[in-house]
């Protein structure tokens, strides 16, 4: 029975069922939920079952998962971020399109197909998948990493680059266009798409949110987060661009929200579930006939596209003067296409540019790199000469602390040691796994975790814990920590350390509990120590210590009522000696005044 056949409620079963016996099991052999989602979608598939006769039933559903993933994305990227990746999107992203596609449209040129049909197919192939290399990164921890950020500036080029792609495909259409919107008028309604949305989400949703959340709604907030979401896709869609970029110019918008963590775990449930839907989806359109009757020559095109653009990508990155590890991981990313070639062949198709068995192959190429990518991936480790890391299960079963520290570096380590050596039962994660590994050959008990996500918090035990202790060395990732606890669990107290001033005082301006800069008391204990050293006594070294803290703490209290520039007479603590003599007269070795004394100890001092 086909799934046309089918009623909603049967189809929902049938596609949960797959992918319930399909992802578990593809995990086992340690092929990835991608390839298990991908499998599942090709045995219930018309070429397979058939319990689904036409995976457009699934596929328009299923795209709202890359738009609900592209949103999430957006919220972890701040506007300020986005622009400081600029070099990478138009750097990479735009080298990648162009070498790419020129060196891909060669092979069917070779098998004889027309110019326009060459070109367009390499253009189509030179596109990759977000959600999957997405997908991939997240699975292995990786989305922050710098290989994932420089993947993920080359999709966001990609999906900008689809509209004159399209236009292209027009242009070289052998029929006559059919009378339409000019241009100019195209152009304008992506200006003023992109605008709405940056417009909107940076003056209205903000108090949008912030008037909801008074009426202590919980449903209505979800609601909310859901409209925002699809409205950004769909007006972006209305001007003609991606709806995935619609989403994350929104998510962009919404990244430096106090709502931005409600939001997030607002989405994330439909999203995981969405996207499952669109790689079944993917497995659906797979055609085993055209496969079938072309595999030679489908076999021999995929191994030169996957070998044609994992090599120009590593080129491109080393070109850009990138370590070879990061242009290896990069570059075997992006060796698959990915769904926006669809869209591609069937405007083609449309237009008469590509004859229908031609892009018939294309596409079951563009699927079939789709699914071998995760496979892929894993040579990373291989072909970069380093050795994988083993894989740590997030298990926080028995974290039973009354403190939760946060990062176990340097600074985690010693600050740590002061509460188990006082008895204190202490709850430690750390998202590096060759550091927990490390801990634990010296006999401590570190939690793998990444201390940025709620899921992780709250496994932890920041619903119960007296104490959280923010001891990493990344800046960004303790503001998230901050927001995430001081929204979570607002009776917990919070400790963080402080990467420089500025740093400290976003931090009290956030409401944190204690703060300190990394480098302050070493500094100040250095700097005891070099005063000591000149000769002065430690009496005098411990006055001026305590006067360099007094002075310290003035500023940091100016500074948060008045601004950063607040309190530079601060800065220097003593004034300049007096030009006069040292001794009395008839009193040897009597000094005159303190400020001269303190220039012969050693004591003047000049910096805050």
């Known amino acids: 029975m086909h799934g046309d056949g089918f009623g909603l409620f049967e189809q929902v079963l ?22 298990g989602y991908l499998l599942a979608g090709i045995a219930i598939g018309p070429q397979a079952l058939g319990l689904f006769h036409d995976p457009g039933t699934v596929s328009h559903l299923a795209e709202l998962g890359i738009v609900f993933f592209l949103f999430l994305i957006g919220l972890e990227m701040k506007p300020s971020r986005l622009w400081q990746m600029r070099g990478d999107i138009l750097g990479l992203g735009g080298a990648q399109m162009l070498v790419t596609s020129a060196a891909l449209m060669w092979v069917p040129l070779a098998f004889g197909r027309p110019f326009e049909a060459s070109l367009v197919a390499g253009l189509g192939l030179a596109l990759s998948s977000t959600a999957i290399l997405m997908q991939i990164l997240e699975e292995r921890g990786e989305v922050r990493s710098p290989h994932g950020r420089r993947a993920f500036a080359v999709a966001i080029f990609q999906d900008v680059v689809i509209v004159p792609i399209l236009a292209l495909v027009a242009f070289l259409s052998p029929r006559p266009a059919a009378a339409g919107e000019p241009f100019w008028l195209s152009a304008l309604l992506i200006v003023g798409a992109i605008a709405a949305v940056v417009l909107i989400g940076r003056y209205l949703l903000n108090p949008m949110f912030r008037a909801l959340a008074r009426s202590g709604a919980r449903e209505i907030m979800t609601a909310a987060a859901l409209l925002v979401v699809l409205g950004s896709a769909t007006l972006m869609m209305l001007a003609g661009l991606s709806m995935a970029m619609g989403a ?63 090599t120009t990508m590593y080129a491109i990155m080393r070109l850009f003067r990138h370590d070879r590890e990061e242009s290896v991981k990069v570059a075997l990313l992006m060796a698959q296409s990915g769904e926006l070639g669809f869209v591609v062949y069937a405007a083609a198709v449309s237009a008469g540019v590509i004859r229908p068995d031609h892009a018939s192959i294309l596409v079951a190429m563009v699927v079939l790199s789709m699914a071998l990518n995760p496979l892929l991936y894993r040579l990373a480790p291989i072909l970069a000469r380093r050795r994988a890391p083993v894989p740590i299960v997030e298990d926080f079963s028995d974290a039973r602390g009354s403190v939760l520290v946060i990062g176990f570096g340097r600074f985690g380590q010693v600050a740590s040691q002061c509460l188990l050596t006082n008895g204190y039962d202490v709850t430690i994660i750390d998202n590096d796994a060759e550091m927990v590994q490390s801990a634990g050959r010296f006999g401590f008990k570190v939690f793998y975790g990444d201390g940025t996500r709620l899921d992780v918090l709250r496994a932890a035990g920041g619903d119960r814990v007296r104490l959280v202790a923010v001891c990493v060395d990344d800046r960004d990732a303790a503001d998230r920590i901050v927001d995430i606890v001081r929204a979570a669990f607002p009776a917990c107290r919070v400790y963080v350390r402080a990467y420089d001033r500025g740093h400290s005082l976003e931090l009290l301006a956030k409401g944190v509990d ?34 360099v803290r007094h002075r310290d703490a003035e500023r940091l209290v100016l500074q948060q009522a008045q601004g950063f520039n607040a309190g530079a007479h601060l800065l220097h603590y003593r004034r300049t000696p007096a030009p006069e003599p040292l001794v009395q007269p008839g009193k040897a070795g009597r000094a005159l005044n303190p400020e001269a004394e303190d220039a012969l100890t050693g004591e003047t001092e000049y910096s805050g």
Do not use: C
């Open 14 to 35: 049938v596609l949960l069922g797959a992918a319930v016996v399909a992802v578990p099991l593809a995990k086992r052999a340690r092929l990835g939920s991608i390839v």
């Open 248 to 310: 994350f110019l929104a998510g962009v918008f919404l990244a430096e929200s106090n709502f931005r963590h409600q939001i997030e775990a607002d989405v994330e449930p439909f999203r995981g579930i969405l996207m499952g839907l669109f790689f079944l989806s993917v497995g659906m359109a797979l055609d085993l006939q055209v496969i079938a009757e072309a595999y030679w020559r489908i076999g021999l095109a995929l191994a030169m596209l996957v070998l044609l653009k994992a």
């Open 514 to 547: 204690f703060e300190i800069r990394e480098t302050y008391e070493s500094a100040i204990t250095f700097g005891r120590a070099l005063l000591i050293g000149l000769g002065a006594a430690e009496i005098v070294a411990d006055e001026v210590v305590a006067d």
